[in-house]
């Protein structure tokens, strides 16, 4: 029994003594009424964010400065109108051109010398109102095209005049809600002009590479570029500024395309026709991507491509029609030596099929350039990403330097549209008034035989094990190793080194390991992974765990899991054979920290006696995240996870996960997986948790009221659908790591080590957060590489009443509760498990014959596929049915005790 709450009835506040005295007063068990008396649901207006009750004071001040940078706009009016344009369905670039051609021409003399800015949408502003009163006015607008003129029908009508001065009364605290059509004016009029001038993606801007040059390989490059976003903070409003990249594909002959994804050195290699694996490779690498042709001369008309053709160019046909109307089958390098004298020199690659697939338009690859300016939206490979990491990362006094750079170089203060509405920016960041909290300390097992229990202080984020034991060690008896990496590649002296070095640094750490293991074999394919679970299952009744080694990237690791644990319960821990083959005590003291964890062991707790005021009664903290498949799928579902903790430490945590609607981010069945982790809570315990902290991630800002609506809600039902009049007090936190605040020190004596980052546990609630609702900024790690990223809290609801001093402080401590490392990790404990149980649930999915054609890349840990983020689609139509995707994810009950996550 792992106990740590104080009893909640009667005596609130004393711990309880003993195993019996737990079993006397343990509260009476949850009612499980099927039709209880349900309270009415609160209207949606009543979930409101609760105001910021205070600032914290707690931790060692600091001075840091901030990218944002502050703007000054004037007081008054800004006039908004709605356009529309027919037809409708162009992209923003052309709608931008559209209506600068508009205002350029403006025959009917509307704007009067204005400069209005648009969105490249729906929305126009202008800084004074336009001669049309309320009436609709319509106009035709010419642009110039390839061949022919284009003609736009365009409208314009008034939709409202925008209050500047209400932004003031909110920023400065006079009034609760923050007036967002102001802000959206702000934001339009100050991305009016690089829209034009860069390549907008998203929120933020990126030019051609000049004076730069990284390749990615697979025919994709490196673009730089900034974000910018208008924020409003208390007082002012902000401008958040920062460098961002992202992988553009490279202008080049659609021949070098296929080169790069094919890795072919040179196109004079390629002297037979594409085997099918190379079609379907370069297939899936061109479909979607846009070219422009080449044999017309100056008319490069632009095309997107569908296909690419299984028959060369010399065979491919297609139904010409002749002068005489008659209609005539012809190859494609026939009609290109008929039509355009052009005689091919590749007719045995494919052609590219363009524009609509009924419309057999078939191009030749050597006649086809891929378009600038397309950004790369499919998943990168792992070399990829590797490679961009290193072109991209900073260390956090270089970004700094290139932040300040870029906003000389934009020159926002020159920019004639803001000039036109009277905003100008501050070029200079933001100076803040930040606190380090101080770390908690963590309190480890005692050596046998004695009663001192270690602790260990975390000092930048890190703290060492070395000569302590584990909080409540396992002790291992039986165990087995399957080895699926080749003998001549692990060879058994390799193993038995290994096991003998696992033993030593176990047995340290206080999770012996007993003897050799009762099974040590070689495996080879994925085939094999159940016929042995299952073997080793019966065989010994009292195994505890597998050890399975694998030969880097292999569809085996998903297999394991599936089988492990979703299938049979077993305890499986993969490493790597390079880690096997060449052991340190690093990388098995870190095998030792997961496979604890993975049998019921505790590896260290928060020292109970600094823990903040919450822990005085039974809480529960609860971890969500929902994730969704790599971007440019859209089939596969999304995955919503729930963790919860099941002690008071708390350490141990018990886990629950969905398949939902493909991209859908509130969580649709949190009712009934907040029940089954409050079932569990209680089975685990006795108590009956008096509060919930729950931290939610995967939620953008403009998502939060849906998500609070809905989730709170179910929260709450879970709650009454488990006793009449059961309401725990709920705090409703959203977690955000995808945002672009960094944080830098004012005084380079407080830089920390090589990457000259803010220090572990760096908070700020002053300055740049939201003018009257409770969030903060805490930078919970020591960043190694690049520029750290601290997390953004926002409270959405807190029955609890929480001090900004004690939530930030037990969001700092729970940080610092992650088992898979002695270090601090960037968000709490709980939201990561939530990811990680949500990327497990991936691998359940993933079927279980190991076609590598049927699988698309995914992330990959300890020797996780390539192959794992495919959903468990075989070939017949049920297994991609809702209900067996649920049971694919459902992990057995003895997993389910335990944090098989790990």
Known sequence: MIRGFPVPLGSLGRPLESEEQIATTAPTPFIHNLNPIMQPAPELSEFTCPPRMNHGSEGREILLRANHFQIRMPRGHIHHYDVSIVPDKCPRRVNREIIETMVQVDTKKLFIGQKPVFDGRKNMYTRDPLPIGRDKIELEVTLPGEGKDRVFNTSLKWVAQVSLYALEEALEGRTRSIPLDAIQALDVVMRHMPSMMYTPVGRSFFSQ?????????????????????????????????????TAFYKAQPVIEFMCEVLDVKEISEQKRPLTDSQRVKFTKEIKGLKIEITHCGQMKRK???????RRPAQTQTFPLQLESGQTVECTVAKYFLDKHRKRLLYPHLPCLQVGQEHRHTYLPLEVCNVVRGQRCIKKLTDMQTSTMIKATARSAPDREKEINNLVHKVNFNEDPYMQEFGISINSTMTEVKGRVLP?????????????TKQQAIPNQGVWDMRGKEFHTGVEIRTWAIACFAPQRTCREEALRNFTAQLQKISSDAG???????????YATGPEQVEPMFRYLKNQWQELQLVVVVLPGKTPVYAEVKRVGDTVLGMATQCVQAKNVNKTSPQTLSNLCLKINVKLGGVNNILVPSIRPRVFNEPVIFLGADVTHPPAGDNKKPSIAALVGSMDAHPSRYAATVRVQHHRQDIIQDLGNMVKELLVQFYKATRFKPSRIVFYRDGVSEGQFMPVLQHELRAVRHACMMLEVGYQPGITFIVVQKRHHTRLFCADKREQIGRSG??????????????????DFFLCSHAGIQGTSRPSHYHVLWDDNHFTADELQQLTYQLCHTYVRCTRSVSIPAPAYYAHLVAFRARYHLVEKEHDSSKYSPGYSEEGASEYGEGSHLSGSSEDRTPASMARAVQVHQDAGRVMYFA
Not at 218 to 240: A, D, T, Y
Request: proline share 10%; aromatic share 12%; net charge positive.
């Open 757 to 774: 980052n803010i220090p572990a546990g760096t908070t700020v609630d002053v300055g740049i957060t939201h003018p009257t609702e409770f």
């Open 209 to 245: 590479p000049e004076g730069y040059y990284h390749p990615l390989g697979g025919g994709r490059e490196v673009w730089f570029g900034f974000h910018q976003s208008v924020r409003p903070s208390q007082w002012k409003m902000m401008l958040n500024i920062d460098v961002s990249a």
């Open 439 to 451: 770390p908690p300390k963590i309190q480890y097992g005692g050596r046998s035989g004695f009663q």
């Open 511 to 521: 999770m012996p390991i007993l003897g050799q293991p009762v099974f040590c074999k």
């Open 303 to 309: 095309y997107r491509v569908c296909n690419v053709t």
